[in-house]
């Protein structure tokens, strides 16, 4: 591999155009950005030609490597400022998945239910996709109404049962069990 810039500087160009941008990836349209003057129909044909260098394919792979690199350092370091983890999603869908009506509410000295949110720790409060609060009256008739929504549990737990491997997908099921030659 090449860490040095080739010292045709069309040559480098058309190695910098294919690995970043636009025209990454694409032969016939680093040919032209490298500011090879040639009608466009023959473009492509003279890219293949320029890839098949040796000294041109081992610059590329080089930029591609350290492309690359970079793209890695740059996920790591995002993922890092965002805290995102495997563990941190893994929890997001349990506090989903197991998020419980119970947890919102009280029953206040009447006995009526309250959404009650004001023990509720932060991490519990993950479970909620939708509150809405409406006031209707003035002074001593005035009511609020609460409506509380939670998460769609389903897709959270099974989600999470994929991870731990909880599910067997009968067609994996049935084609293990022909390949031991139990049906």
Known sequence: MSSTPLKNPRW???????????????????YLAAGYRVDPKYAARNAVTMLKRPEVRARIAW????????EEFAMA???ERLTLSKEAVL???ARIGFANMADYIRHDEHGRIVIDLANVE???MAGIVDLVVTERGEGASRV???????GERLGALTN????????IDKMEANHDRTKVGII
């Open 63 to 70: 930029l591609q490597a350290e492309l690359a690199k970079v």
């Open 160 to 167: 999470l049962g994929k991870h731990f491997g909880l599910f």
């Open 144 to 150: 609020s109404t609460v409506r509380i929504k939670l």
């Open 12 to 30: 480098e160009k058309f190695c910098q155009a294919y690995v970043r941008g636009e025209t990454g990836g694409n032969g016939a349209a680093s």
């Open 77 to 79: 370091r995002a993922a």
């Open 91 to 93: 929890a997001q869908h």
């Open 122 to 124: 932060r991490d519990r």
